[in-house]
Every structure is written in structure tokens, then in C-alpha cells.
């Protein structure tokens, strides 16, 4: 059964850094684009990254671009989300997701979702 598995949250102090794993199975990812989302209590799901499937090309919300780098490791099956500069409105718990195609800062259609991982940035 094809699944992705997100790790790599946790508490970080505003300025920090988290690396964001997205690993998959049963699934291989160099023939998906993978987006990364993040959803906060109380506010909509937003878009922050996604990675072609295709040149690996990639897109970044404004509110992340400078900060967030998405990557992919083909032999590892995995795509990361680096997180640098964190602040505290980055506190949200992030899901990936893969598709066909990116579209923006998401994939369409969206074919598997995480369980997601929390990312909490606070003094």
C-alpha cells in the first residue's frame, strides 16, 4: 500500500532550523511532484513548496521563499523540506503530498497525503 510518512518536527526557537522528511512507500517519488502544506489551528491550509517530477523545478510560497528549501534524494525515496529562520507563524503542522504535476505551491491532483508532523516555533 503506497504512503508517505513525514518526519523531523518539533520545537525549534524563532532563528532555528528543522529538516522536514517526506519518505515514501510503495510509491516512487522521482515519478511525482511533491508539495509540502502546513495548516495552523484555526487558519487554512496553505501552500509552501512544491518540487516538479520533472527538472525538479520549484516553487515557494512569498511568505517562505528565502527560508525553505525543498529538495529531493531519488536513492532515499524522500523528499526534505529545510526550514531556516524560523518564526513563530511558521508554527503549523506541515503534510506532503504528491501528484502529477505542480501547480503554484501545490501538486493536482493530490494522489497521497501524509499524516503530517507538527512544527512548533516558540521562545
Known amino acids: 500500500q503506497a504512503q508517505l510518512v513525514e518526519s523531523g518536527g518539533g520545537l525549534v526557537q524563532p532563528g532555528g532550523s528543522l529538516r522536514l522528511s517526506c519518505a515514501a512507500s510503495g510509491l516512487t517519488l522521482d515519478y511525482y511532484s511533491v508539495a509540502w502544506f502546513r495548516q495552523a489551528p484555526g487558519k487554512e491550509r496553505e501552500g509552501v513548496s512544491c518540487i516538479s517530477s520533472v527538472g525538479d523545478n520549484t516553487n515557494y510560497a512569498d511568505s517562505v521563499k528565502g527560508r525553505f528549501t525543498i529538495s529531493r534524494d531519488s536513492a532515499k525515496n524522500t523528499v526534505y523540506l529545510q526550514m531556516n529562520n524560523l518564526k513563530r507563524e511558521d508554527t503549523a503542522a506541515y503534510y506532503c503530498?504528491?501528484?502529477?504535476?505542480?501547480?503554484?505551491?501545490?501538486?493536482?491532483?493530490?494522489?497521497?497525503w501524509g499524516q503530517g508532523t507538527q512544527v512548533n516555533v516558540a521562545s
Open positions: 503530498t504528491a501528484g502529477a504535476v505542480c501547480a503554484g505551491v501545490g501538486v493536482r491532483p493530490n494522489d497521497y
